[in-house]
């Protein structure tokens, strides 16, 4: 007998926290381990279609469930590409780092009440929640040697060797006993299981089979008698594949949620089917908030790629633009050859016509968002406006054109979101510039002395807070011919004839004023000059055109 081996020191504390405090949805451990019996599936198929191996056909390819009440015990069988020791070691005896810590990050937020195992791909582990031993007994496809992996959570795992006839991978768990707040014998209830599979499963492109016991009437007689009969559970129709009449709200949030590991609902999605030189099934989703490692380095973008249902890859980053990056779906097509690898998939040309069209649907899609759907759009560009900026920035204001009227910014005025558009369309008659301040906070822009002169003047400004702004703004250049303006930034020019003549006069009658003035801050300022843009506060610092003082700012933070 191997040697017991233990789970990492933090496998095992994730393993106690997760089977210790989640109690919401335990029901979720069927989906997970059918997704994983699907995800093993797809793998062997795809490697039968890209050797030419014999005798793998997707029909045998189904996945089992069998219900043992006997021993207590709920079985998940697939045919599936298997696992040998070493994969069994490194799949199931390590829980990915950033996978704990992100879980940990969730549960310290409070979210507890969230399908927290779903989302950070410890799928496999959800079995512990319902059983008090799990035996995988899996032999690889190609090998001869099976193997069992074996544990009951408490104290680690062993690996041994043993018979299984094929390859595939049979997941045995032994449901933990009722207690008084938890039922966990409806996990031997044949409807039961049914009912989970329906509801969590019925688009896996496998079929999904258990025998069932039904009543039948026998054969010229009125009689009826009990017989077993391995049903199909699952309508196996991929989700994108379904009629968009059929589906509804719920099916598409269910499928985001399981698919794309996150436990909120969309909050916008696109299912498109389109036919043409290149014909395809989309079906995108933009997230209601980012993913925790959105902004991290290991953040990927991309979407799933499928040849006529079957499943090719996870990310491909070829198919979202950058600035849409937090997109996440997938992508079917009957045109793409099966063996595409990453290699070919960049020098795809019929890949770079879907990618042009999805981001083109992503586009209209926020365009149209904006327009019907205002309270939605904000809440999109509070979490993902950023991008946007970004995608202006990056591309040197090449994408100009198709992103700047998705932005919002503060207005001064009207203390909203507003879009270049609606401030350009409210401008006072004569005003010939875009107005905007930049700062920390709205709070504190609102408190500059020249904010304050620019607003008593009836003139609306934009407040950025973004360290970005600036240099997307830099990038624009200008909306509809009307440059922007920092108002904090060279000469404004908003006086009227009078108050211009007033100023010089002003200027003028305090010119000894103001030469002491220069000699004791001598090379600390350019100038010093009477200025029409103070209200209540005696002075104000102006930058001169080029760097303002804001990105002066960004630009110490940035590393050499
Ligand atoms: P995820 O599915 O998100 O990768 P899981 O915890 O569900 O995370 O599974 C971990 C890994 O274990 C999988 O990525 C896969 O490599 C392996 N695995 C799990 N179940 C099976 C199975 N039935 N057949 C083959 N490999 C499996
Ligand atoms: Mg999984």
Not at 230 to 241: A, R
Not at 508 to 534: F, G, H, M, P, Y
């Amino acid at each position: 007998m191997a040697e017991k081996k233990q789970f990492k020191a933090e496998s095992q504390r994730l393993l106690d926290l997760m089977i210790n405090s989640i109690y919401t949805h335990k029901e979720i451990f069927l989906r997970e381990l059918i997704s994983n019996a699907s995800d093993a599936s797809d793998k062997l198929y795809y490697k039968a279609l890209t050797e030419n191996l014999n005798g793998i056909s997707r029909e045998d390819l189904s996945i089992q469930i069998v219900i043992n009440k006997d021993h207590r015990m709920l079985s998940i069988i697939d045919q599936g590409i298997g696992m040998n020791a070493d994969e069994l070691e490194e799949h199931l005896g390590t829980i990915a780092n950033s996978g704990s810590f992100e879980f940990k990050q969730a549960l310290e937020k409070g979210q507890d009440d969230v399908d927290i195992i779903g989302q950070f791909g410890v799928g496999f582990y959800s079995a512990f929640m319902v059983a008090h031993k799990v035996e995988v007994i899996s032999k690889k496809y190609g090998e001869d040697q099976a193997y069992i992996w074996e544990s009951d959570t408490s104290d680690g795992y062993t690996i041994n060797e043993t018979d299984y006839p094929n390859h595939g991978t049979r997941i045995n768990l032994y449901l933990k006993d009722n207690t008084d707040d938890e039922n966990y014998d409806q996990y031997l209830d044949e409807y039961e299981i049914q009912r989970l599979v329906k509801k969590y499963s019925d688009y896996v492109h496998y079929p999904i089979k258990m025998d069932m016991t039904t009543s039948k009437k026998k054969e010229d007689s009125d009689e009826y008698e009990q017989v077993i009969e391995n049903k199909t559970l699952n309508s196996m129709v991929p989700l994108w594949k379904r009629p968009k009449k059929e589906i509804t709200e719920e099916d598409y949030n269910e499928f985001y949620k399981d698919k794309f590991n996150d436990f909120s609902d969309p909050l916008c999605v696109m299912h498109n089917s389109v036919e043409g030189t290149i014909s395809y099934d989309s079906l995108l989703f933009i997230p209601s908030k980012p993913p925790m490692n959105y902004y991290s380095q290991d953040y990927e973008k991309g979407l799933q790629l499928y040849s006529r249902g079957v499943f090719i890859m996870d990310k491909a980053s070829e198919l979202v633009p950058e600035h849409f990056r937090f997109v996440k779906g997938l992508v079917d097509s009957q045109d793409l050859s099966l063996n595409i690898s990453r290699e070919m998939l960049q020098h795809d040309r019929q890949l770079k016509i879907i990618a042009d069209k999805i981001e083109k649907r992503i586009q209209s899609e926020l365009e149209k968002m904006l327009k019907n759907d205002r309270e939605k759009y904000e809440e999109f560009f509070k979490n993902f406006g950023l991008q946007l900026k970004f995608g202006i920035y990056n591309s040197y204001g090449m994408l100009k054109d198709k992103l700047q009227d998705l932005l919002l910014y503060y207005s001064a005025n009207e203390k909203k979101m507003m879009t270049f558009n609606e401030y350009v369309e409210n401008m006072k008659d004569g005003q010939k510039e875009i107005y905007f301040a930049s700062g920390e906070s709205y709070e504190k822009i609102d408190h500059l002395p020249t904010v304050e002169m620019v607003k008593d003047k009836g003139f609306d400004i934009l407040y950025m807070i973004d360290n970005v702004d600036e240099f997307c703004i830099q990038m624009l250049r200008d909306y509809k011919e009307k440059p922007f303006k920092n108002i904090n930034q060279g000469d404004l020019d908003i006086d009227s004839e009078e108050e211009k003549k007033e100023l010089e006069k002003v200027s003028e009658d305090n010119k000894d004023l103001i030469s002491t003035l220069k000699d004791a801050l001598k090379d600390k300022v350019q100038d010093v000059k009477v200025s029409s843009r103070l209200k209540t506060h005696p002075v104000c610092l102006v930058s001169s055109e080029g760097v303002s003082f804001e990105m002066e700012k960004v630009l110490n933070q940035m590393p050499d």
